[in-house]
């Protein structure tokens, strides 16, 4: 069982020369005061502290010292700096990094190294022999009294002289080279860095880039787009992407009828609630349950009793929830007049998202969603004059297009806006149907409202 983590403790630390009374006083400790209010020279606030954990990285000191020394050992030899004068050039680039290294906490130098000049002495007896007899005492002594800051990684290269090759060479990280800039360091560090994650994924399988389709672009030779290459490859390949094609057999029945909260289909008939319908995943979309008694298709390929059909479920509508009859038409007949929603919204005179709504209203309040939407009575009654009229007598939505008022444009950021011109499209007058077969004519079908004032 390993031994309790060591915490800082405060205490008062007394100063002591008897060993047992005597406690470490940590640097910055503040003296107390004794009973009279007076400072105590003995009595400090401090705490004991014993690091739980000491690094075993080497520091940037120790780092630059060990390079400096393989250095001096690639120039000079073991032997050290035998040339006149550059001896107490190392000793000076060195000396702020050779005092700053840490002591040994154990060993019979412990006191030796504990004193600078002790330090620096014995450090250059070994690498810079012939220094020591050119350098007065006095100069050493100042220069372990005050090394001066520590240099960066140019200055400290442009100090030694060291090239790029001995960089290389000696494997030297933390001092630059004269011949060989930091930026151009930095660029070569990420290539290296490039290129070792490009082998290290190489040799877990990965393909790089350059084997890759998007490389080779062989579209481009076949003349096709990028997306139809792709959708070729998939189709020959037996895959594909499309929820439809993916779905099952007994969802892609030819005519889907809505009864209640089920559906089935013709091909392969499928009986299933709603909503396990609509969380399956890759099914095709179902239809909103419909109200009771109203889901019965209406046949529009039959016109005259498709037209007495849709008649007398109109004349049962005058206000409220859109019936699922109506519903049903609405999305007939704008599949075959070739209308968007947008263009039935506005030939009735409300926006699409008010048509989408009031064609779901009773559904939202099934399900308790907000915001559902009634039709008035006199929308109600230009979407029956809609239905009721013939295809012949509705221009198509593109002559709509070229009749459109546009909007000046106004800035976003400060300004006032351009007053307005009016709706962008023109208010639509809509039909007066004649009862009994009577001729419509198609210049009254659709007439600006401009021209109606």
């Known amino acids: 069982m390993k031994p309790p983590r060591p915490t800082h403790l405060p205490a008062a630390v007394i100063e002591d020369q008897n060993a047992p009374v005597a406690r470490v006083v940590p640097r910055g400790a503040k003296p107390l005061r004794d009973k009279t209010g007076k400072l105590s020279a003995k009595l400090r606030l401090g705490y004991e502290h014993t690091p739980a954990r000491i690094s075993r990285r080497p520091g940037i000191d120790t780092l ?4 400096g020394e393989r250095l001096i050992r690639y120039r000079h030899g073991d032997g050290g700096v035998d040339t006149d ?82 960089r290389t060479a000696l494997e030297i990280r933390t001092i630059g080279a004269i011949d060989w800039s930091k930026k151009e360091r930095e660029a070569a ?14 040799a877990e399988g990965a393909r790089s880039y350059a084997d890759t389709v998007a490389k080779a672009e062989p579209w481009k030779a076949a003349g096709v787009s990028r997306r139809t290459w792709f959708r070729n490859q998939a189709v020959a390949r037996g895959t594909t992407t499309s929820t439809i094609e993916r779905a099952a057999p007994g969802d892609l029945g030819t ?23 609509a969380s399956r995943y890759c099914g095709r979309s179902s239809a909103i349950p419909a109200q009771e008694g109203d889901a019965r298709q209406l046949s529009f390929l039959a016109p005259p009793q498709a037209r007495d059909e849709l008649r007398a479920v109109l004349d049962r509508w005058h206000s409220g929830e859109m ?52 039709l008035s009575p006199e929308i109600i009654a230009n979407l029956k004059r809609w239905l009721l009229a013939d295809d012949a007598d509705l221009p198509p939505p593109a002559e709509w297009d070229r009749e459109r008022a546009m909007r000046p444009p106004h800035h976003r950021r400060g300004g006032k806006r351009p007053p307005d011109p009016g709706p962008v499209f023109p208010t639509l007058r809509l039909f007066s149907l004649i009862e009994g077969g009577a001729e419509r004519s198609r210049n009254q079908v659709l007439e600006p409202e401009s021209e109606a004032a």
């Open 255 to 277: 005519t889907t009828s809505t009864t209640g909260n089920e559906v089935s289909g013709q091909v392969g008939t499928t009986t299933a609630t709603v909503r396990s319908i």
């Open 64 to 67: 630059r010292v060990a390079e």
């Open 189 to 202: 560090r990420r290539e290296d860095a490039r290129i070792r994650k490009a082998e290290k994924r190489r």
């Open 323 to 374: 019936p699922e009859a109506v519903r049903v038409a609405v999305i007939a007949a704008k599949r075959r007049r070739a209308f968007r929603q947008e263009d039935v919204a506005t030939a009735i005179g409300i926006s699409r998202p008010q048509l989408a709504n009031a064609m779901h209203a009773a559904e939202r309040r099934a399900l308790g969603l907000p915001n559902a939407f009634d």
């Open 85 to 166: 004068g550059e001896g107490e050039i190392y000793i000076r680039a060195l000396a702020p990094h050779i005092l700053a290294q840490p002591a040994p906490h154990e060993g019979p130098n412990r006191v030796v190294m504990g004193d600078p000049l002790a330090r620096l002495i014995g450090w250059a007896s070994q690498w810079c022999r012939k220094a020591l007899g050119e350098i007065a005492l006095d100069d050493l002594r100042e220069i372990a009294r005050d090394p001066g800051r520590t240099l960066k990684a140019d200055a400290l290269a442009n100090r030694l002289r060291l090239t790029r090759a001995e």
